[in-house]
């Protein structure tokens, strides 16, 4: 890695990890960052759930005062993560790379949709006083589903996580943000433990991520409730059609 790319590398890694902190879709950011610099997909994907770890602690730590009061519902969702994120990552390490490839594109997509869509969502949500779900199983097992794509492609993770736990649990957008980050977090842990053992990784870029996120989340957490959505929406949804074009290219 040159040192022009490690610095485009570090910051993709900021941005990212301010992302991910408020709205939940930094992976769009580094890993197209990661396949332009020629990675490949599923080395590109495990470089990057590592990298990210930091900045997610880093805003689970700046959004500290909206967990108080949550310990006992997080410790469950905590669990549910745990096992999703295991499955995601024994996943991605079980199925030929190629599944991934031919898969990347349509979760990229995917994701973009979401994040796209994430506004009016989020006003229907806000608007309703209903929450069919806010107890029993369903919970859990929508958070353990979320884990498992984020274990296996994260991507867009923070989105749909965030998305379901106001689907599902009656409480202020902000609090359950805060959760998301803690939930994240583990996830991309969980994942990394397992990525460690036999995935192929790029600790030069691991290290570059992981400096920049930290920074990122502290941004996030800090001023990064200020930013226009409409600016952030921008930059994710020009990464993530980057990303599909970078897989198209490398498929060919």
Same mark, same amino acid.
């Given at each position: 890695?040159?040192?022009?790319?490690?610095?485009? @590398? %570090?910051?993709?890694?900021?941005?990212?990890?301010?992302? =991910?902190?408020?709205?939940?879709?930094?992976?769009?950011? %580094?890993?197209?960052?990661?396949?332009?610099?020629?990675?490949?997909?599923?080395?590109?994907?495990?470089? =990057?759930?590592?990298?990210?770890?930091?900045?997610?602690?880093?805003?689970?730590?700046?959004?500290?005062?909206?967990?108080?009061?949550?310990?006992?519902?997080?410790?469950?969702?905590?669990?549910? &993560?745990? /096992?999703?994120?295991?499955?995601?990552?024994?996943?991605?390490?079980?199925?030929?790379?190629?599944?991934?490839?031919?898969?990347?594109?349509?979760?990229? @997509?995917?994701?973009?949709?979401?994040?796209?869509?994430?506004?009016?969502?989020?006003?229907?949500?806000?608007?309703?006083?209903?929450?069919?779900?806010?107890?029993?199983?369903?919970?859990?097992?929508?958070?353990?589903?979320?884990?498992?794509?984020?274990?296996?492609?994260?991507?867009?993770?923070?989105?749909?996580?965030?998305?379901?736990?106001?689907?599902?649990?009656?409480?202020?957008?902000?609090?359950? =943000?805060?959760?998301?980050?803690?939930?994240?977090?583990?996830?991309?842990? %969980?994942?990394?433990?397992?990525?460690?053992?036999?995935?192929?990784?790029?600790?030069?870029?691991?290290?570059?991520?992981?400096?920049? &996120?930290?920074?990122?989340?502290?941004?996030?957490?800090?001023?990064?409730?200020?930013?226009?959505?409409?600016?952030?929406?921008?930059?994710?949804?020009?990464?993530?059609?980057?990303?599909?074009?970078?897989?198209? /290219?490398?498929?060919?």
């Amino acid at each position: 890695m040159t040192p022009a790319q490690a610095i485009a @590398t %570090t910051l993709a890694g900021v941005a990212a990890g301010a992302i =991910n902190t408020v709205v939940g879709s930094g992976t769009l950011i %580094t890993f197209p960052t990661l396949l332009a610099l020629g990675y490949p997909p599923v080395t590109a994907n495990v470089s =990057n759930t590592l990298g990210l770890i930091p900045g997610s602690l880093s805003g689970a730590y700046g959004y500290r005062s909206e967990l108080a009061g949550q310990r006992m519902r997080l410790t469950r969702l905590v669990v549910a &993560s745990l /096992l999703g994120g295991t499955l995601g990552g024994l996943l991605l390490l079980t199925l030929p790379a190629s599944v991934f490839s031919a898969a990347v594109p349509v979760l990229v @997509t995917a994701a973009l949709v979401l994040v796209v869509i994430q506004p009016r969502t989020a006003r229907r949500m806000a608007a309703s006083d209903r929450h069919h779900y806010g107890t029993g199983p369903v919970p859990a097992l929508a958070v353990a589903g979320c884990g498992a794509y984020g274990g296996y492609f994260g991507a867009a993770q923070g989105v749909l996580l965030i998305a379901t736990l106001s689907l599902c649990l009656p409480d202020d957008l902000q609090r359950l =943000n805060a959760m998301k980050n803690v939930l994240v977090g583990l996830v991309n842990l %969980t994942a990394a433990i397992i990525f460690l053992a036999a995935a192929p990784i790029a600790w030069p870029a691991v290290g570059c991520i992981a400096i920049g &996120s930290l920074l990122g989340g502290h941004i996030g957490a800090g001023i990064g409730r200020r930013l226009p959505p409409a600016v952030l929406r921008s930059v994710i949804v020009t990464a993530g059609l980057t990303a599909i074009a970078n897989l198209v /290219l490398i498929r060919k």
